[in-house]
């Protein structure tokens, strides 16, 4: 047994032991609906079942690092209430589900679905239906993109994801400016938040978008901690899959990518517009202040370049922040 196992086994069993404690000190599960996604054939209807203290206080800005401790349930029976349809499946045993709902019966726009896990409250949950017809998509990063994070670099990204209140993050300059720019001619465009971010900060996340006037969109994360086949998940392969499962969900799209030069946006962007030339759009990408890369990576330069986009004739921009990237797109639009 690889020390791997040993850490996935002592964190199931640290958890496990952590629902008991939970169930007898009065904590009862609750249902954490994320924002869901698809078209008019198939949605994805996704959230996780925790265990909360109910004498908490709600919607308390408090440091970071409070999201980071909660007891998740595994193995809950979960149904999702769908236009007359129900769907079930279990939680996995990081207490994540994710239901597909097939023929659904919702009208294009944002929807309200029911949620109900076993000795929890229904919730409502958010699903956007991309209406037939639709053909530009945005996927935008997080973390350096349209936040200042720091990220991988230990100490600075623990401080701003752990220690910083959860309502002190700082933006990068005039993101939302060429975001609703781009999505100018194309209002119903769906967008994507795509993060090597733990699901752990989600709603921080919704309302920092919310709040700097970023447009609205579902969220795809990633869960912290040891996999079946390492000791770390790979933030790189996340992006990869999640972008790939974009393509499938939705194959008449063209999509525009924002990510930053921190670390491989533009190697990821571009082997995808390498792949799959006709899916992309336009590419652009934030660049780090060398101040920043030095937090990011430990040198004062991008690690990987820009995207590699010119091959397939896919436009590429890069600037320091949105408004650089806004004015660069508006004298070459996608």
């Known amino acids: 047994m690889g020390i791997k196992d040993v850490i996935r086994n002592a964190e199931e069993f640290l958890n496990a032991e952590g629902v008991k404690r939970a169930r007898k000190s009065g904590w009862t599960p609750v249902i954490q609906a994320y924002r869901g996604y698809g078209t008019s054939a198939r949605v994805h209807v996704i959230g996780r079942v925790l265990m909360e203290n109910p004498e908490a206080p709600k919607n308390e800005v408090q440091r970071g690092y409070r999201q980071f401790f909660t007891v998740q349930v595994g193995d809950v029976p979960v149904t999702v209430h769908v236009d007359g349809q129900e769907v079930q499946t279990l939680t996995n045993s990081n207490g994540y589900f994710d239901v597909t709902v097939d023929d ?8 309200e679905v029911t949620v109900s896990a076993q000795g929890a409250e229904d919730v409502v949950a958010e699903v956007l239906v991309t209406p037939e017809g639709q053909k530009l998509g945005l996927v935008s990063d997080i ?11 230990a100490f600075h990204a623990a401080y701003n994801s752990w220690f910083l209140r959860t309502n002190a993050r700082q933006p990068i300059q005039g993101m939302a400016r060429f975001y609703n720019e781009l999505l100018h ?8 938040y795509l993060s090597t971010g733990a699901w752990n900060t989600y709603d921080t996340l919704v309302q920092f978008i919310e709040e700097q006037g970023l447009p609205k969109g579902p969220l795809l994360l990633t869960d912290w901690g040891p996999t079946p086949t390492g000791l770390f998940r790979s933030g790189q392969e996340h992006k990869k899959v999640q972008l790939r499962n974009l393509l ?9 990518l924002v990510g930053d030069n921190g670390q491989h946006d533009p190697l990821i962007y571009g082997n995808l517009v390498a792949e ?3 899916a992309v759009r336009g590419v652009a990408i934030r660049e780090l202040t060398p101040t920043e890369h030095v937090l990011s ?15 397939e004739g896919v436009p590429a921009i890069s600037a320091k922040d949105g408004d650089a990237l806004l004015a660069q797109y508006l004298r070459h639009p996608f």
Do not use: C, K, Q
């Not at 990576?297 to 091959?311: E, I």
């Open 248 to 256: 499938i969900d939705y194959p008449d799209l063209e999509w525009i």
């Open 185 to 192: 001619d194309d209002p119903d465009a769906p967008v994507f």
């Open 276 to 278: 799959h030339p006709t």
């Open 297 to 311: 990576h430990g040198t004062a330069s991008s690690l990987v370049g820009p995207a590699r986009t010119d091959r």
């Open 104 to 111: 659904h019966g919702l009208p294009t726009g944002w929807n």
């Open 143 to 153: 973390d350096d993109t349209i936040m200042v994070t720091n990220l991988p670099r």
